[in-house]
T-cell receptor, first 109, second 114 residues
């Protein structure tokens, strides 16, 4: 059973609009959450993280929101740019991090 | 330049022929890990190592071996590859903490087992 779920395999967003990627987790003991971005033919690269003591973390155009009661986190990208087209992996855990299946984001011109 | 390197990047082999995928990092990281990425399954951890001579199974260790004789190197060994091991493999490293520290990934090795 999946402990980290990204239920949308893909998402298309108009350039300039907001992209919202969602992630759900099942283990209430998870205390650290990360988003990785992956381009084709490259390894994943770290994007942004949040610990369980916070509900929001912002880094430029990227904001991660954590709702612990709902066991849900989301990544907001504002405004979306063509270079944001990639696969985004949500990851969660404590000592060990578990990855979701990924969401492919397409930014439309 | 801080990086994780993997070799080879692409490999086609036949069932049963032993192979090794090398992984090396130059960041003096204690923690290293191997993942495989498959369509619809995301990234799944195969093995990880907290430090030299310390290795442990991840979520999908069957059919794989690893060794950690030096801090910088963490090779992945397939003693008798099978077609279900056809996949995209990533090595990663991070400072102590493993989970909470961000991981640095290599560029990936695409393996096809015929």
């Amino acid at each position: 059973d999946q402990q980290v779920k990204q239920n949308s395999p893909s998402l298309s967003v108009q350039e300039g609009r907001i992209s919202i990627l969602n992630c759900d987790y099942t283990n209430s003991m998870f205390d650290y959450f990360l988003w990785y971005k992956k381009y084709p033919a490259e390894g994943p690269t770290f994007l942004i993280s949040i610990s369980s003591i916070k509900d929001k973390n912002e880094d430029g155009r990227f904001t991660v929101f954590l709702n612990k009661s709902a066991k849900h986190l989301s990544l907001h990208i504002v405004p979306s740019q063509p270079g944001d087209s990639a696969v985004y992996f949500c990851a969660a855990g404590d000592d060990k991090i578990i990855f979701g299946k990924g969401t492919r984001l397409h930014i439309l011109p | 330049e801080a990086q994780v390197t993997q070799n080879p990047r692409y490999l086609i082999t036949v069932t049963g022929k032993k192979l090794t995928v090398t992984c090396s990092q130059n960041m003096n990281h204690e923690y290293m890990s191997w993942y495989r990425q498959d369509p619809g399954l995301g990234l799944r951890q195969i093995y990880y190592s907290m430090n030299v001579e310390v290795t442990d199974k991840g979520d999908v260790p069957e059919g794989y071996k690893v060794s950690r004789k030096e801090k910088r190197n963490f090779p992945l060994i397939l003693e008798s590859p099978s077609p279900n091991q056809t996949s995209l493999y990533f090595c990663a490293s991070s400072p102590p903490g493993g989970g909470q520290e961000t991981q640095y990934f290599g560029p990936g090795t695409r393996l096809l087992v015929l």
